[in-house]
């Protein structure tokens, strides 16, 4: 999923490269990804001392950064003066796949340093959330510079916030809230789906509701959720985690789409297409399980970015020979595009910043599975109507 984003912030547009610049907070919440430098240390061999006098940083251009899938060590540098009434400002770093995470700073001689590691346990954390938050510890009227390492098995898109205690706790608290809201819809849908299973038998339910309940949990995986309420004490299981749900979620989803758009029968040649995402799938779950990390995570966006494709093709195919429910299914599927695409155009600038635009990919994921529910529950209906004209006739 993730390297479907950085493809598509690349066929948005390449924006123009400008000098690092200082940022001068004032007040609200801020994104600083133009104000930040990066460096790559491929050799992981710089020490802290190196990077205070590194002099080939590379100043990032777009407000989300983005770092490729690397084994590589990441250095970001920044300025900040804070011009604001608050005497505690925060970093956080919106990703909770990271590995490690460890903000380095001078003052008056003295090295400072705070890690945050995914390695740990969950309550070794000081602030009890799944992003890194870090002390700035610069009263207002005073200027710094920081140095940020981070190091990723993942893909790494980093939105970086900086505000106050306070601004930072509303911010996050609304977070939650949205996430409580997105949860609860999913888990609605598994409900009332396991229910309709129940009363019809019908075995697309089964498929269904497994494909919700994976892509429920690949989203607060990818959210950091997990960690925080199911692995914090197993921090190796929730790194697994990072590709096997999504792999679960392909995996149930490829089985439930064939059974929904009775490909098998309408499309034989185009469904032949879908074994081999189930075998990108499983092998990607099945690296991961074996330790090898970075090559299930190639695994795991091939085998999205070529689900898509075959989806796509055999559903157009399908409503083209006027299949009722294909037609529903595309507008589903769709509806969750719509929301990857506004989510990219926040990150490029292309759109601004604010709740819809910032959890607009969740909420196509939210509006993706209700309308597919409601797809499902037509599908059925059809079924049971051809069943009965065929009781009727003599």
Known sequence: MKNILLLLFILIGIQTSKAQ???VFKDDNTIIGNH???LEDKTKSLTVKDILNAKNFK???????????????FWLTFTIKNQSEYHKLLLMVENSSLDNSELYY????????????????FSARKYKHQHAIFDLNLSNGAEQTYYLKVNSSEQMFLPIYLGSDIKMSEFLNNHDIFWGVLIGILLVMILYNAFLYISTKDISYIYYVLYTLFTLLTQITLSGHSFKYIFSETPFLFHKALVIFPGLAGISGVIFIRLFLQSESRTPKLNHLFILSL?????????RILGFDLISYRLIDIAAIYTI???????????AQGYRPAKFFLIAWTGFFIGLIIFILKNSGLLPYNTFTNYSMQLGTALEVTLLSLALAD????????????????
């Open 36 to 38: 930040v430098a990066i």
């Open 309 to 319: 494709v075959v989806i796509y093709v055999v559903a157009i195919t399908i409503t």
């Open 21 to 23: 610049s200082k940022l």
């Open 106 to 121: 001078k003052r008056n001689g003295i090295l400072y340093f705070q890690k945050i590691s995914n390695t740990k346990n």
């Open 279 to 287: 075998l990108l799938y499983s092998s990607a779950v099945l690296l």
């Open 59 to 73: 100043p990032s251009d777009t407000e989300t950064i983005i770092l490729p899938l690397s084994e590589a060590n």
């Open 379 to 394: 599908r059925i209906n059809i079924l049971k109507k051809k069943k009965n004209n065929l009781k009727r006739k003599p």
